[in-house]
Nanobody, 117 residues
Framework: QVQVVESGGGLVQPGGSLRLSCAAS????????MGWYRQFAGNEQREWVA????????GYGESVKDRFTISRANAKNTVFLQMNSLKAEDTAVYYC??????????WGQGTLVTVSS
């Protein structure tokens, strides 16, 4: 069974940085895309943040472009989200996801990021 587990959330001051990790297990990691969404308090919709495709190409949401960077560990079962120049409006629960061809999307439990002074 494929699982993903996020870590690295916490409290950070505006302008600060934080790095989130997402570790996956149970997958063959062939043709796997992994990425991040976030969900703001009181909002049922999740906002797409970043994507690492199986071919190592990346994509970013407009609101985080140039501030966030997604990367992958050599083992390919872990992705990271480096978040710089954080703003109060980045406060959200960040969810990692994994897409493997032929299977349903797998979500993590989420990790809370709070940007506040």
């Amino acid at each position: 069974q494929v699982q993903v587990v996020e870590s690295g959330g916490g409290l950070v001051q505006p302008g600060g940085s934080l790095r989130l990790s997402c570790a996956a297990s149970g997958s063959t990691f062939r043709d796997v895309d992994m990425g991040w969404y976030r969900q703001f308090a009181g909002n049922e919709q999740r906002e797409w943040v970043a994507l690492m495709r199986f071919d190592d190409s990346t994509g970013y949401g407009e609101s985080v472009k140039d501030r966030f960077t997604i990367s992958r560990a050599n083992a390919k079962n872990t992705v990271f989200l480096q978040m710089n120049s954080l703003k109060a409006e980045d406060t959200a629960v960040y969810y990692c996801y994994l897409d493997e061809k032929g299977n349903s999307r797998v979500w993590g439990q989420g990790t809370l990021v709070t940007v506040s002074s």
